[in-house]
Structures are given as C-alpha cells and as structure tokens.
C-alpha cells in the first residue's frame, strides 16, 4: 500500500510532474518528482541515475533534503521524494518585490549568498565548510580544498527557480537534474543544458569547464536580487549569448554596499582563470563576518530552544514534586488515620475486657453467694478447723 496521499500538483517537465504528498502516518508533507522515464533516450536515462546517486550523496542543511525513491517499473517511472520547502523559491520573492516596486533588502541578498556558497562549497569540494574562527586566517594556500575529481559536483543550472525557503526561513539549494558528478577519467565537463540566462562564457562556448561555472551562475542570481531582473537580456539567443561573452552589465544600484556590490562584480567575470572559487568568497573579510554573525544566531536559536526545554523539564520536574508531596500528604493523613483507629479499636477492646472481667466476676460472686445461700439452707455447720483455715476463707471472700 502506497504510504503518501498525493496532493496538489506544484511544476510539470518534459518527463513527468511535481507535486506534493502527505505521509498517511504521520502527516508530514514532501515532494514528490514523478519522472516518467519510458521515452527518455538512454543519455537521459543515465543523467536520471545520476541524479540519484548525487542526490544520495548530498547530505547539506542548505541543500533540499533527499529521503528516497521508488521504482515503479509497470509505469516505467520513478517517484524521488524530497523536503518540501513551504517558502517557496526565489522566483517568487524576486516577482513579488517587482510587483510592489519594492527593493529586496540587502541583509537577505547576504543570506542568500552565503547559504548557497555553503550549499556549493560542499558540492564542489565534498566537505562542509568549518566554522570561521575570525582569530585564524584561512584563506591560505595549505588550508585550501583540494577539488576531488572523484566527488566534486558542478549544479550547471543555479537560477532564483532552483533555490529554495524553508519553513525556518533557511536557503537552500535545490534541482540537481543537471548537476555532474565528474570522475577522474573526465577532467572537465564539456556539455551542458541549463538555463541560458545564467550561463557562463566557458559553457555557452562549449569550451570545458569547472566548478566555478556555478560561481558565474550565482551572480547572475544575487544580480537579479539587486536589480529585479537577470544581468543579461536579449530577444534571440544570439543576442543573449553576445552579452554574456562581453559580460559587461548594468551598474548596480549604489543604495546596496559596495562590499556587495564587488562580491557580484566578481562572480560574473568572464575568464574563469579571473574568477573567484567558492574558497576564495567563502573566506572573504565581509562573509566571514557575516558568516560569523548567522553562527553566532543560530547557535542562539539552539540556546533559547535548550533553555525552553530546560523550562518544560522544570516544570515536569515541579509537576511531579507537586504530585509526590500530594501523595506524600495523603500517606500522613492515612497513617494519621489509621493511628486513630487503632487507638480507638485498642480502647474498645479494653473496655470490652474489662467489660468481660466485671462479668464474669459477677457471675463468680452470685455462685459463691448462691452456694453460702445453699449451706445455709440445708442447715449445714461448716466447722473451721483453726485460724488459718479462717483467714483463707475471708481472703477467699475479699476476693469477690
């Protein structure tokens, strides 16, 4: 039996449908890519298996989370369940802000940029990123990554639509249909299907390229955060691709940083001897900082979430002493209780003792008295037979 409700359909492709699905047990809602894979050509068949094996590789807070997938081989599909993210993507926030002729604050383009570097920099060197110690610097040549040809990962289609936010606010990076997972037989990849409008020089040449296709990618993204539109705009695809090999775009606007400002400058630079890794942004002055500030945050969160948990464990804590002083107040009141009743058992057992005593006194005496009656009756003497026998009778007698 299937385990997922199926919800609302959320995107359509070439291949199949997104769409959401409620876990029946417990309610959780993911993501579901139903992908058809019947009237693929065996080039696409074997992206699908690496999307796949890439997906179950990556394991990121700033990358969509990747739980399973299914084989349905009688409908020649494969459903790939992922995290759903109830913010929505980028798209979205960039049209809104167009909408309202509003500009995106600067503070969020930094987040942005940051989480997504984090998101690249365990794609293309396979480790996450250490925590910034501002007392160090990293940024030498003997703390550098070495790129490991055997894991590194190029995302070859960054764009607003593919980066996401979670429900918590957090970026995350997302769609890695199109990412490569290069090996140590192919150096470089040399194709490409992305979205044009973010496309490097190197790879709108088809000239080989690396990992750093996805640093041009991500400032033509944070560009259009700025501007409300993409870097490079054209009617043909001539045109498009003219623009980009020049890489020469409009000024941004100066109500953003000129930290900022240089940082996208940078990222879109057309030789890509010239531009920077995702080492060298990472460990820029204004993002360690940044970066430094977002832990420092986040590390707050967890600290306000402990202390609320230290609280709810006080009060289980009070809620239980509460319960065992009650329980301890009902023991004394029963002890109490139960004292009572036993030194008022204990003084009706005496009484009725002494109850019983006096009775069978009385019956002794009224004996005794009957049998003197009795003697005196029948006119017997009773003869004493000297003193002694005298004072036993009359000891006999004081008795009763």
């Known amino acids: 039996m299937n385990e997922y409700e199926p919800l609302e359909v959320i995107g359509k492709g070439s291949f199949g449908t997104v769409r959401k699905v409620k876990n029946k047990i417990d309610g959780t809602i993911l993501v579901r890519k139903e992908i058809e894979y019947n009237s693929m050509n065996s080039h696409e068949r074997n992206q699908l298996i690496s999307e796949l094996r890439i997906l179950r590789e990556l394991n990121h807070p700033n990358i969509v989370k990747y739980y399973k997938h299914d084989h349905l081989p009688d409908l020649k599909s494969i459903h790939i369940y992922m995290e759903y993210c109830q913010g929505g993507d980028l798209s979205h926030i960039i049209n809104n802000f167009k909408k309202n002729n509003e500009k995106v604050p600067e503070e969020f383009i930094w987040s942005v940029m940051i989480?997504?570097?984090?998101?690249?920099?365990?794609?293309?060197?396979?480790?996450?990123?250490?925590?910034?110690?501002?007392?160090?610097?990293?940024?030498?040549?003997?703390?550098?990554?070495?790129?490991?040809?055997?894991?590194?990962?190029?995302?070859?289609?960054?764009?607003?639509?593919?980066?996401?936010?979670?429900?918590?606010?957090?970026?995350?990076?997302?769609?890695?249909?199109?990412?490569?997972?290069?090996?140590?037989?192919?150096?470089?990849?040399?194709?490409?299907?992305?979205?044009?409008?973010?496309?490097?020089?190197?790879?709108?040449?088809?000239?080989?390229?690396?990992?750093?296709?996805?640093?041009?990618?991500?400032?033509?993204?944070?560009?259009?955060?700025?501007?409300?539109?993409?870097?490079?705009?054209?009617?043909?695809?001539?045109?498009?691709?003219?623009?980009?090999?020049?890489?020469?775009?409009?000024?941004?606007?100066?109500?953003?940083?000129?930290?900022?400002?240089?940082?996208?400058?940078?990222?879109?630079?057309v030789n890509p001897n010239d531009r920077p890794t995702c080492f060298d942004l990472i460990n820029t002055l204004s993002i360690r900082f940044l970066r430094k500030e977002m832990e420092l945050k986040e590390l707050n969160v967890h600290l306000n979430e402990f202390k609320i948990q230290l609280l709810n464990k006080n009060d289980e804590l009070k809620k239980k002493e509460n319960y065992l002083s009650a329980q301890e107040r009902k023991l004394k009141e029963m002890e109490i209780k139960i004292e009572e009743e036993f030194e008022l058992r204990k003084r009706q057992l005496e009484l009725e003792a002494k109850e019983l005593r006096l009775t069978y006194q009385r019956e002794f005496k009224l004996v005794v008295e009957q049998e003197v009656e009795k003697i005196k009756n029948t006119n017997t003497t009773y003869k004493l037979k000297g003193p002694k026998e005298l004072e036993k009778f009359d000891g006999i007698l004081k008795t009763l």
């Open 115 to 269: 989480q997504i570097l984090l998101a690249l920099y365990r794609c293309h060197y396979g480790i996450d990123c250490k925590k910034v110690n501002l007392f160090k610097n990293e940024q030498q040549h003997a703390n550098s990554p070495i790129i490991n040809q055997d894991s590194v990962i190029i995302h070859r289609d960054i764009k607003p639509d593919n980066i996401f936010i979670s429900k918590t606010n957090t970026i995350k990076l997302g769609d890695f249909g199109l990412a490569k997972m290069l090996t140590s037989t192919n150096e470089f990849a040399k194709t490409y299907v992305g979205t044009p409008y973010y496309m490097s020089p190197e790879v709108l040449m088809d000239q080989p390229y690396d990992p750093v296709c996805d640093i041009w990618s991500l400032g033509c993204v944070l560009y259009e955060l700025c501007c409300l539109q993409p870097p490079f705009q054209a009617k043909t695809h001539l045109q498009l691709q003219a623009k980009i090999k020049r890489g020469q775009v409009p000024e941004i606007d100066q109500e953003y940083s000129q930290q900022l400002r240089n940082i996208i400058k940078d990222c879109i630079t």
